[in-house]
């Protein structure tokens, strides 16, 4: 369901908002800390992320991000820690914006502001009924090409909002059932990258699962992480272009993704990942996929 439509034309989607170069959301730690658990990581780390190291992490973030993409701000909000992790408020593509239904009410009065903010930029807004769990970004993410969509379920998104979130782009969309409660939600274990390439930890999926994400993706094209590289945040990653923004990982994954033609930006980002999450969870991509991940920008042949 369509909630509002700020158009001006006749056409309707003449005026929805279109980014010529890569657009990203993002919002301040202000408020940010570890103040209940509702995912393996928060646990054992309430109250434990420092304010300013949380905020020096996040500025660091911020500004190698700028350095690649243009980024808008959402004000931060008392009462909402997790805010911060703005890229699970919902899924965004074409001016049009699925808004997140968050599973736990903690996260819920994050819902309100990031539609607002969305709204007030002109997106059309596709609401996700209450009682479909859907949260954005964290579990529905696009092909590099922007054509297909994939969606998890099993933790926090449940199964039948993938179909009524795909709708809104009329996208076909594959689901996939998480199976291991520290990655809880498909941004933890799966990142489609330019080029065609998929990182991601094969464990975190039932067999089913990984038997449909091997039929999409080629095995050179397959970037698989280890358990321990997925357990350092390997997964949660910004990929824009041939850039690769991401967490410190302790291994050679960066020198990987380097000799597959990334250039990659590692951050320590250690204060978010108590909280359970990473680099791509603290940006909210909002222009298109094409935009963003740029048609080809590897200098690989084009493969869709
Ligand atoms: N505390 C947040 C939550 O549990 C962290 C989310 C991080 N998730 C992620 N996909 N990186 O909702």
């Not at 928060?42 to 190291?53: E, I, K, W």
């Not at 992490?57 to 805010?83: C, T």
């Not at 209450?130 to 579990?139: A, I, K, N, P, Q």
């Not at 960066?254 to 250039?263: C, M, N, P, S, Y």
Request: with cysteine.
């Amino acid at each position: 369901m369509i909630t509002t439509a700020p158009v001006s034309s006749a056409s309707g989607f003449a005026s929805l908002p279109h980014f010529n170069r890569p657009t990203y959301l993002m919002c301040p730690p202000e408020w940010y800390d570890v103040n209940y658990v509702i995912n393996p990581w928060m646990a054992g780390n309430l109250h434990q992320p420092s304010r300013d190291t949380a905020f020096m992490q996040w500025k660091n973030l911020y500004q190698e991000l700028q350095q690649i993409a243009d980024v808008r701000l959402l004000h931060a909000r008392e009462g909402a820690p997790d805010m911060v992790f703005v890229a699970h408020a919902a899924l965004v593509q074409h001016g049009v914006a699925a808004i997140s239904s968050f599973t736990h009410p903690q996260r819920q009065t994050e819902e309100q502001h990031v539609r607002q903010w969305l709204e007030d930029a002109g997106f059309l807004l596709w609401a996700t009924p209450r009682e479909t769990s859907f949260e954005g970004e964290g579990d529905a993410l696009f092909d590099a090409n922007g054509e297909h969509l994939w969606a998890a379920h099993g933790v926090r998104t449940c199964k039948i909002s993938h179909r009524h979130v795909s709708n809104a782009w009329h996208a076909p969309v594959t689901s996939l059932h998480l199976m291991d409660p520290r990655f809880f939600h498909l941004d933890l274990c799966f990142a489609p990258l330019n080029g065609g390439y998929l990182l991601y930890f094969p464990a975190a999926f039932d067999a089913a699962s990984r038997v449909k994400i091997e039929a999409a993706y080629a095995a050179d094209k397959r970037i698989v992480v280890s358990e321990l590289e997925a357990t350092q945040f390997g997964c949660n990653v910004i990929n824009s272009g041939q850039n690769i923004l991401m967490g410190k990982v302790e291994s050679d994954l960066a020198k990987r993704l380097t000799e597959r033609g990334f250039d990659v930006t590692e951050l320590e980002l250690s204060e978010f990942q108590r909280g359970g999450g990473s680099a791509k969870a603290l940006a909210l991509r909002l222009s298109d996929m094409n935009v963003t991940h740029g048609a080809n920008t590897l200098g690989l042949a084009a493969e869709v």
